[in-house]
């Protein structure tokens, strides 16, 4: 898979594999966009947190002296420890590893 948008905002895509029914909700991840996640919690069954390999390197755009790597590091700590997540599978799926090849 190689999908190249960045996310804004809330977007729900709903789909039916093998029987099942799946409601995936896609956030934001930028700072601004955090506040709206909250009410995307209830009753979550599993949580995919992506993190771009290939910026290790970068900086936020909302906050030119903080690393990427070091902000998605730390969110996903925060993440993993709310109690909307206690009994919730969380998946890190590290995704950009051909950009990452590119620099190194």
Do not use: P
């Not at 898979?1 to 995936?24: H, K, P, Q």
């Not at 993190?51 to 290790?56: D, R």
């Amino acid at each position: 898979l190689r999908v190249r948008v960045r996310s804004t905002g809330i977007r729900e895509a709903r789909f039916r594999f093998d029987d099942v029914d799946f409601t995936m909700i896609d956030v934001g991840g930028q700072r601004n966009e955090r506040r709206k996640w909250i009410h995307c919690f209830e009753d979550v069954t599993s949580l995919i947190f992506i993190v771009a390999l290939s910026e290790y390197d970068q900086t936020l755009m909302e906050a030119q002296s903080t690393n990427r790597m070091a902000e998605a590091m730390s969110l996903f700590r925060h993440i993993v420890r709310e109690r909307f997540f206690k009994n919730t599978a969380v998946i890190l799926f590290l995704n950009k590893v051909d950009l990452l090849a590119e620099k190194l």
